[in-house]
């Protein structure tokens, strides 16, 4: 009798040592995974293939090549605006914030660049990573108010969309701004940008999103 | 030299380096307080003293008083309920930095080690004071959505 408690305690022993394990495994894999799966939007730090003093290195995105992920966010008066509704033209989709002054700098290209590249169906949708304190509509009608005062400022003619932190994992998650995605005619992305470029940088970008996917 | 701005941010933000784990926030603060992290001071009056923080090299974050209102200023901020109450803190003044690509536009900066000269009144006793320090960074190239770094302070009061 008393040896068939110690055999039973045992088993029972070894059943909840190979269930903890394999709880233990699986967890284990489903953090590689979710590892793995942010790593692969990741932003990384490459050198261009050019050799010599003059090579610029830049963050390249493993987004290149790859179709935008689609978006649904709201405009300055309100209301919703999709990626999926510029299907068709070469969007460039800039990341930018209120505080951060490069993104100051490369605007007024934006602005000159968007103006020239328009009658060949370019857009730009600005987007906005300000901190929105959705909690307090007074707090939340402040910031976005803030918002405006800099697009007015700065003379943005584009849509200037908000809550850019909503969709940042799917784009990178990068945190680095100013960051540009340019998309397509087809919604793939051709190219990426991340800090102040140049404005033929950028120009040179905006041509390749204009003329791949024709 | 781009690349080098690049790797700068890069490397404060922890991308591009094979130990970067994608999603293994927060990442490595562009500001790290340095000392002290212990002070004695007399209970229940103002007592003066020196913060150290240092800026990762490369980096630059906004002084106390930068020259547009949408920037960030960097602000030294203690729990609103405790026994030891910042009284006031002087800055120090920023220098001036100017992207290659704008000579025209001055923000107001620090970089590398700055001080902050903090009163606090504390009321008898030993305290764990957990402030924090509000800042925005960026390289001359690309800046860092507004972070805080802790400052952990044993404040002895007699």
């Known amino acids: ?214 | 030299m781009r690349l080098a701005a690049a790797g700068v941010l890069a490397l404060a933000l922890g991308i591009g380096q094979t130990s970067f784990q994608p999603g293994s926030h927060p990442r490595p603060a562009a500001v790290s307080y340095l000392f002290p992290e212990q002070v004695t001071v007399p209970a229940d009056k103002p007592a003066a003293v020196d913060l150290h923080f240092t800026v990762a090299p490369g980096l630059h974050i906004n002084s106390h008083t930068p020259h547009a209102r949408e920037l960030v200023p960097t602000t030294l901020k203690f729990p609103e309920t405790g026994a030891v109450r910042l009284a006031g803190v002087s800055y120090p003044a920023g220098s001036d930095f100017t992207f290659d690509l704008d000579p025209t536009e001055k923000l107001s900066v620090y970089t590398g080690e700055f001080i902050l000269h903090a009163q606090m009144v504390a009321a008898p006793g030993a305290h764990l004071v957990e402030a924090t320090l509000r800042y925005q960074a960026c390289d001359n190239q690309t800046c860092m959505p507004p972070r805080s770094v802790p400052v952990t302070i044993d404040v002895i009061a007699k």
């Open chain 1, 1 to 214: 009798m008393k040896r068939n408690v110690i055999v039973v305690a045992v088993v029972v022993f070894l059943l909840v040592v190979l269930g903890l394990a394999g709880w233990a495994n699986w967890q284990n894999r489903k953090q590689m995974l979710a590892a793995q799966q942010a790593h692969q939007s990741q932003a990384v730090l490459i050198a261009d293939s050019g050799t010599g003093s003059n090579a610029i290195g830049h963050l390249s995105s493993p987004l290149v090549g790859k179709p935008a992920p689609n978006f649904t966010l709201t405009n300055l008066k309100g209301e919703k605006v999709s990626l999926a509704s510029y299907k068709g033209k070469a969007v460039q989709l800039n990341f930018w914030a209120t505080w951060c002054a490069p993104c100051k700098i490369e605007t007024p290209w934006l602005i000159e660049l968007e103006k020239q590249y328009q009658p060949q169906g370019f857009e730009i949708l600005g987007i906005s990573f300000d901190d929105l304190d959705r909690d307090d509509p007074k707090l939340f009608a402040k910031d976005k108010a803030e918002i405006a005062r800099s697009v007015a400022q700065l003379k943005i003619p584009y849509p200037v969309l908000l809550d850019g932190d909503s969709i940042a994992k799917p784009y990178g998650d990068s945190d680095v701004y100013p960051t540009s995605f340019f998309v397509n005619r087809s919604g793939t992305i051709v190219a990426a940008s991340f800090g102040l470029t140049s404005k033929e940088d950028l120009e040179d970008n905006i041509r390749k999103a204009l003329e791949e996917g024709k």
